[in-house]
Nanobody, 122 residues
Framework: QVRLVESGGGLVQAGGSLRLSCAAS????????MAWFRQAPGKERETVAA????????YYADSVKGRFAISRGNADNTVYLQMNTLKPEDTAVYYC???????????????WGQGTQVTVSS
């Protein structure tokens, strides 16, 4: 069982940066694939970035490649999303999620945080 708590969201101007954090409970954090998802009003949830349990493999949505970076600290049970050069279209609620599956589909993420709001003003 994993409990996830996101933090770091807020209001930022276009071109600015934010760093999201996701603190996970549980002693087997290093066995989980972790990901960040986002959902904007009226839109479907989308995968933003994902990272393997070892940190060696990452995935990014095309819309955030080169601007966002996912990382994890297995010693402190935390996954991060560094977001740079933010755009108004990045505005959404961002969710942290975890799964024990490697190369998972969205439906295979069984643990979710409560979400944190990111708003980018133009």
């Amino acid at each position: 069982q994993v409990r996830l708590v996101e933090s770091g969201g807020g209001l930022v101007q276009a071109g600015g940066s934010l760093r999201l954090s996701c603190a996970a409970s549980g002693r087997t954090f290093n066995k989980y694939t972790m990901a960040w998802f986002r959902q904007a009003p009226g839109k479907e949830r989308e995968t933003v970035a994902a990272i393997s349990w070892s940190g060696d493999n990452t995935y990014y949505a095309d819309s955030v490649k080169g601007r966002f970076a996912i990382s994890r600290g297995n010693a402190d049970n935390t996954v991060y999303l560094q977001m740079n050069t933010l755009k108004p279209e990045d505005t959404a609620v961002y969710y942290c999620a975890a799964t024990t599956r490697a190369n998972p589909r969205t439906s295979e993420y069984g643990f979710w945080g409560q979400g944190t709001q990111v708003t980018v003003s133009s």
